[in-house]
Structure formats: structure tokens, C-alpha cells
């Protein structure tokens, strides 16, 4: 089964609008990790954001926010204010600490694309 | 200043050959993996490699190797390559048992002709 799951190959919002990508994660470990991981088309995986499962507040790191629902097992991106540079491929992923490796499990990603 | 850094950027050889990707972090991690992109962009883990500890991925074939002559260095030695070799090969690290971390390299991009 898989444990990072992203159902939307391929989103589009147009600039200054938000827009929302969709996570959802399977674990049975009460302590994990959920990250989300931007791809531009030059390749390089660059950190977004980061929620914590024991965190009580949703995380945010300037225009990203991360809609954690826990009881829904939903770890949502939220892009506020989408801008031109914002297009690319998004990762969902997760990050279980006593499992073996403690490396990241990726979803298949969405590629987003914003319009002028 | 880089943080984690892979050298080279692209491969490009032969099938066949060996062949090996190096990796470089300077972020005082204690941990390190090497992660491969396929085609169709998906990303899964290939080797963990934790104080001397290797956790391998049991679906990578044994022509690939990691090798740590230190903390801050993971190489991937990749032996006999073959077409299906040809990814992306992403180089992160963390702190171990640290969940709120774990940065990438640039990538390198293999090709097997």
C-alpha cells in the first residue's frame, strides 16, 4: 500500500490566486515527519516546509502553509498568492523515525502550473 | 555556500562501465542517503548510511555500493551499469532521528548508452 499518497498528477492556478495540493499518508508510528519538496524544472529538490506529528499548530514558512489533519491523515499544501516562479513539481513526503534508515518516503508528486 | 554538493552533474557512458557519483555535505549531518529519481520522476530511497551503519534498500541491485571514508562524504559506486540505470541520483542528508530536516544535493543525471 502506499504510504504517500498524491492524487493530482497536475494542477493550474492563475497568478496571485492560491492554490491548494493534496497529501495524504499512511503510518501506524504515533512520531513522524511530513515534509513537501519543490522541483523546478532546473532539477534541484528544494525544502519547502516541514510538520512535526506532534506539532499543534499548522506550519508555515512565508507564502507556503501546511493544512495537518491528523485524524484525516492529510498533510495539504497551501500556496497563498501563486506567482510564475511557483511552477513546478511538488513532493509529498514522509519521514518515520524508527524505521529502519529513517529516509524519506515520497508521493509521485503534482506538477504545478501558474498562469498570468 | 553549498550545502550538500554531488559531483558531477551528468554522467554520461557506456553501458558496461563502472562508474561512481560523489557526495559532499558541510552541514555537520550524521546521516546521509542516496535517493534515485526515474523517469518518471518518482523518488525512492536506495542506501541509508548512519555511523558506520549501511541500511540498503533490498530492491537496488548489488552492482550499486555506497562507500563513507567519513562523515561528511557518501560515494555511490555503481558497477556494470545498464540502460535502466539511466536516473536522476540525489544525494541527501540529516541528523539521525532528527525529523525535521533532511536536505538534497543538486542531482546527478546519469545516462547509460
Known amino acids: 500500500a502506499q504510504k504517500i499518497t498524491q492524487t493530482q498528477p497536475g494542477m493550474f492556478v492563475q497568478e496571485k490566486e492560491a492554490v491548494t495540493l493534496d497529501c495524504t499518508y499512511d503510518?501506524?508510528?504515533?512520531?513522524?515527519?511530513l515534509f513537501w519538496y519543490k522541483q523546478p524544472s532546473s532539477g534541484e529538490m528544494i525544502f519547502l516546509i516541514y510538520?512535526?506529528?506532534?506539532?499543534?499548530q499548522n506550519a508555515t514558512e512565508g507564502r507556503y502553509s501546511l493544512n495537518f489533519q491528523k485524524a484525516r491523515k492529510s498533510a495539504n499544501l497551501v500556496i497563498s498568492a501563486s506567482q510564475l516562479g511557483d511552477s513546478a513539481m511538488y513532493f509529498c513526503?514522509?519521514?518515520?523515525?524508527?524505521?529502519?534508515?529513517?529516509?524519506?518516503?515520497f508521493g509521485k508528486g503534482t506538477t504545478l502550473s501558474v498562469s498570468s | 555556500d553549498t550545502a550538500v554538493s554531488q559531483t558531477p552533474k551528468y554522467l554520461v557512458t557506456q553501458m558496461g562501465n563502472d562508474k561512481s557519483i560523489k557526495c559532499e555535505q558541510n552541514?555537520?549531518?550524521?546521516?546521509m542517503y542516496w535517493y534515485k529519481q526515474d523517469s518518471k520522476k518518482f523518488l525512492k530511497i536506495m542506501f541509508s548510511?548512519?555511523?558506520?551503519?549501511?541500511?540498503i534498500n533490498e530492491t537496488v541491485p548489488n552492482r550499486f555500493s555506497p562507500k563513507s571514508p567519513d562523515k561528511a562524504h557518501l560515494n555511490l559506486h555503481i558497477n556494470s551499469l545498464e540502460l535502466g540505470d539511466s536516473a536522476v541520483y540525489f544525494c541527501?542528508?540529516?541528523?539521525?532521528?532528527?525529523?525535521?530536516?533532511?536536505?538534497f544535493g543538486p542531482g546527478t543525471r546519469l545516462t547509460v548508452l
Open positions: 541527501a542528508s540529516s541528523r539521525f532521528l532528527r525529523l525535521n530536516e533532511q536536505f
Open positions: 503510518t501506524s508510528d504515533p512520531s513522524y515527519g
Open positions: 510538520q512535526g506529528s506532534y506539532d499543534q
Open positions: 513526503a514522509m519521514r518515520e523515525p524508527n524505521q529502519a534508515g529513517t529516509a524519506l518516503i
Open positions: 552541514l555537520g549531518h550524521d546521516t
Open positions: 548510511y548512519n555511523n558506520k551503519e549501511l541500511i
